[in-house]
């Protein structure tokens, strides 16, 4: 069984930076790619940044482009989302999540893609 623990969210004012961690149980960490979701208040989860599962490609949604960046340290099994030059639409829960396949090539997006999820953690941005 995996665990992914998030941590790191809070009130930040709009044009602040927060970082993010996802903590994994397991030794499986450095075989999967990961990404990183976001819920917006009264909206679907959405794709943020994926990373795959060697930390050398990443992947971002177009509104996050430059903005936020994610990482990976597979010695700690932890994966670090960074924000910076956050907007008060970037208030949402945010979530990390592994890939259901091990080793996987390219990027995804789709929910379905990802079996195990963190708890989820809340980022407000105030403006």
């Known amino acids: 069984q995996v665990q992914l623990v998030e941590s790191g969210g809070g009130l930040v004012q709009a044009g602040g930076s927060l970082r993010l961690s996802c903590a994994a149980s397991?030794?499986?960490?450095?075989?999967?790619?990961m990404g990183w979701f976001r819920r917006a208040p009264g909206k679907e989860r959405e794709f943020v940044a994926a990373?795959?599962?060697?930390?050398?490609?990443?992947y971002y949604e177009d509104s996050v482009k430059g903005r936020f960046t994610i990482s990976r340290d597979n010695a700690k099994n932890t994966l670090y989302p960074q924000m910076s030059s956050l907007k008060p639409e970037d208030t949402a829960v945010y979530y990390c999540a592994r890939r259901r396949v091990s080793a996987a090539l390219g990027f995804q997006t789709n929910t379905n893609e990802y079996d195990y999820w963190g708890q989820g953690t809340q980022v407000t941005v105030s403006s």
């Open positions: 397991g030794r499986t960490f450095s075989s999967y790619g």
């Open positions: 990373i795959n599962w060697s930390g050398t490609s990443t």
